[in-house]
């Protein structure tokens, strides 16, 4: 079958999501399937809006030679080589990616939030400021005729590239399958943000366009339903971890690395460093539990925001805390080896694939009750969980973590076990697979 995926970015840009889409278009490949992958070219998530005090540099071309803007039209009209084959068992498939440059211009978001205004859901899945919006991605929709059996998307809140996928579905009379990865934020607070956000009324309208909604938790799967979705249409799916490619780190290296001294706990974190992902009301956390007398180090990796360098700049105990920037594979293994608990104590998570990553190196993890990673871990069985925005709380698990070496073992274990019976690829992505043959035969 040939599939067409539509993604706001694509590795080698750093996201839970970028990084599901990769994963996805490859195993069809190698399945046999053809794949183009429609995204932009933005590598760095400021990237996409093009904020004018951030540099924006173009990223790797993935074809041969042609500019950007040249691979996109090539590859619509194929006269492009395959940027990937995929082999495996169901034969050789080809992936095509189309890379389109997002529109900038002076002024952007505040034309873009006036023009959202207007209350026209399909207008308002164009005018969403933080959208990668290429009116090439938009033409080349109307307009391409290859061969196309189904069309897939995902996700939210970035809906410009989730609306060209729609156009392209319904003009050739295919099936369009919608990952939207809702974030559904603190489930006690009735105006939470992140789910306002991730729930407008231009994202609920794209939900129930679809012929098939993939959901990860329950709670996301009564959230889609909640939002007119219709049950028959939204399967249940969760995603996987390969263990090859997070475990296997050098421990000992890689604490000396760090200065972590003898018997020192190392408590874990990787993520976009920010507010939302719970990197801030760690450190917060931290610095509490180290007033208490407890002793460990804090580890963070991965890009930093804006509004985490901004609290970094007034954070006191910064000698307590090594911050790695993004990592390499080979890095972020030593990371997993190096920790002795994770933590991600996020407001915006509808699943948490590092949380997988964690257990597969029989690593505890330390979440918010919100979202994703508040059905995935399971208190005092294979992490712990406090309320969502409460750093005292937070702070006491934290202590509770640091000193007790047999209990995070315990849960560590717990967690690896998990990852062996319940989080493989394989079936994941085989799911998604059939459920589009399903679909395409109806």
């Not at 026209?120 to 919006?133: G, K």
């Not at 760090?258 to 917060?284: C, F, M, P, Q, R």
């Not at 915006?348 to 997988?356: E, I, K, N, Q, T």
């Amino acid at each position: 079958m040939h599939v067409a995926q539509f993604v706001q970015r694509y590795p080698p840009a750093l996201g839970g999501s970028e990084a599901y889409t990769a994963r996805l278009c490859e195993y069809l490949a190698a399945c046999g399937d053809g794949v183009s992958v429609w995204t932009s070219t933005a590598v760095e998530l400021s990237e996409m809006w093009g904020r004018e005090d951030t540099p924006s540099p173009t990223p790797p071309l993935n074809g041969e030679g042609l500019k950007t803007e040249e691979r996109a039209e090539a590859a619509v009209f194929g006269s492009a080589p395959p940027s990937f084959l995929g082999k495996g068992a169901g034969g050789l498939g080809r992936l095509n990616l189309l890379r389109y440059p997002p529109l900038h211009f002076r002024g952007r978001r505040y034309v873009l939030k006036a023009l959202s205004l207007l209350p026209l859901r399909r207008w308002q899945c164009f005018t969403t400021p933080c959208n990668p919006i290429s009116l090439a991605m938009w033409q080349d929709a109307a307009r391409y005729d290859g061969p196309l059996d189904a069309v897939h998307a995902t996700a939210f809140p970035y809906s410009f590239p989730i609306a060209c996928g729609l156009k392209l579905a319904r003009r050739r009379g295919v099936p369009f399958l919608l990952t939207p990865f809702l974030h559904l934020g603190d489930p006690t607070d009735p105006i939470d943000h992140t789910r306002k956000q991730y729930t407008k009324p231009h994202l609920r309208w794209l939900l129930k366009q679809a012929d098939r909604v993939f959901v990860q938790t329950r709670a996301e799967r009564d959230a889609a339903v909640s939002l007119g979705v219709a049950e028959k249409k939204v399967v249940l799916q969760g995603l996987g971890v390969d263990a090859s490619e997070c475990t296997g780190g050098n421990r000992g290296s890689t604490r000396r690395g760090w200065g972590i001294g003898e018997g020192e706990a190392v408590v874990g974190h990787l993520a976009n460093n920010s507010a939302e992902k719970g990197t801030v009301d760690l450190l917060l956390a931290a610095e509490r539990a180290w007033a208490r007398g407890h002793r460990f180090h804090v580890v963070l990796a991965g890009p930093e925001m804006p509004n985490f360098r901004t609290f970094w700049n007034t954070f006191g105990p910064k000698d307590r805390v090594t911050r790695l920037g993004t990592l390499t594979d080979e890095q972020k293994r030593d990371f997993f080896a190096g920790i002795d608990c994770f933590a991600l104590p996020s407001r915006c998570d509808s699943f948490g694939l590092v949380l997988l990553e964690a257990w597969a190196n029989e690593k505890p993890n330390l979440v918010y009750r919100a979202g994703g990673p508040a059905e995935l871990v399971r208190h005092n069985i294979d992490g712990l969980q406090a309320a969502c925005g409460d750093v005292t709380e937070l702070a006491e698990h934290l202590g509770r973590l640091v000193t007790d070496a047999n209990f995070r073992q315990a849960l560590g274990d717990t967690g690896r076990s998990r990852v062996v019976r319940e989080f493989q690829w394989s079936e994941k992505l085989e799911l998604v697979r059939e459920t589009i043959r399903e679909v395409m035969t109806k």
